[in-house]
T-cell receptor
Framework: GAVVSQHPSRVICKSGTSVKIECRSL??????MFWYRQFPKQSLMLMAT?????????EQGVEKDKFLINHASLTLSTLTVTSAHPEDSSFYIC????????????FGSGTRLTVV | AQKVTQAQTEISVVEKEDVTLDCVYE???????LFWYKQPPSGELVFLIR??????QNEISGRYSWNFQKSTSSFNFTITASQVVDSAVYFC???????????FGKGTKLTVNP
C-alpha cells in the first residue's frame, strides 16, 4: 500500500534556529502534499497545500515566511520552520495524495517539534 | 464551507461494551468524501474508512461499523465489543469533491478500561 515516510520523528531545537522536516512518498508519486499542525489534545489544522513544482497555498493565518514549504519532486516535500520559537512547538504531520493511490490521503507518522 | 463536528470530546467505556462515536458534517457540495482515522498515543494517523457521498450503504469491518445518513448529515462509527487496544483519539474528516482539502473534526478520545 501507499507509504509516506516523515523525518525526523522528534526534534528539539534552540529558539531562533531553523528546523527542516521531510516528507517522502515511498511507493507512489504524490501530486499533492499537505502539512498539518496539531497542538496537544487538539485537532489537525491544515497549514498549507503544495503541488509539485509550484508554490504552496497557505491557509489563512499561517505565515508563509516562517513555514517554508518546498515540493520540488513528486516524492518529496519539506517544511522548514524558520527562526523557531517555543510557541512553534507542536506535532507536525504531512499527508500525500497521488494518482495511483486513488487520490486517497496517506499520512506520515508525524514530527514532534520542541523549541527550547 | 466544509465543517465537521464531533460533539463527544471524551468517552470512557469498559471492555466489551459497544460504543458509538458521532460525526456530523456540513457541506454545500453534492460530491464529497467522509473519512474516519484513529490516532493512538504514538501520534500516527491510521486510516479506517473512506465513504463517498453517493454510497450510503453501511459498512462493517470486523468489530467496526459505520452508519452514513445523508438525511441527517451524519457518519457515525460504532465499535462493537470494545477492547483496550481501541483506546485512541478518533477523527472524522471531510473533503469536498471540488477541493483537495481534508477538514478534520476535533476528535473524540476513547478510553476503554479493562
Amino acid at each position: 500500500g501507499a507509504v509516506v515516510s516523515q523525518h525526523p520523528s522528534r526534534v528539539i531545537c534552540k529558539s531562533g534556529t531553523s528546523v527542516k522536516i521531510e516528507c517522502r512518498s515511498l511507493d507512489f508519486q504524490a501530486t499533492t502534499m499537505f502539512w498539518y499542525r496539531q497542538f496537544p489534545k487538539q485537532s489537525l489544522m491544515l497549514m498549507a497545500t503544495s503541488n509539485e513544482g509550484s508554490k504552496a497555498t497557505y491557509e489563512q493565518g499561517v505565515e508563509k515566511d516562517k513555514f517554508l514549504i518546498n515540493h520540488a519532486s513528486l516524492t518529496l516535500s519539506t517544511l522548514t520552520v524558520t527562526s523557531a520559537h517555543p510557541e512553534d512547538s507542536s506535532f507536525y504531520i504531512c499527508s500525500a495524495r497521488g494518482i495511483n493511490t486513488n487520490y486517497g490521503y496517506t499520512f506520515g507518522s508525524g514530527t514532534r517539534l520542541t523549541v527550547v | 464551507a466544509q465543517k465537521v463536528t464531533q460533539a463527544q470530546t471524551e468517552i470512557s467505556v469498559v471492555e466489551k461494551e459497544d460504543v458509538t462515536l458521532d460525526c456530523v458534517y456540513e457541506t454545500r457540495d453534492t460530491t464529497y468524501y467522509l473519512f474516519w482515522y484513529k490516532q493512538p498515543p504514538s501520534g500516527e494517523l491510521v486510516f479506517l474508512i473512506r465513504r463517498n457521498s453517493f454510497d450510503e450503504q453501511n459498512e462493517i469491518s470486523g468489530r467496526y461499523s459505520w452508519n452514513f445518513q445523508k438525511s441527517t448529515s451524519s457518519f457515525n462509527f460504532t465499535i462493537t465489543a470494545s477492547q483496550v487496544v481501541d483506546s485512541a483519539v478518533y477523527f472524522c474528516a471531510l473533503s469536498e469533491g471540488g477541493s483537495e482539502k481534508l477538514v478534520f473534526g476535533k476528535g473524540t478520545k476513547l478510553t476503554v478500561n479493562p
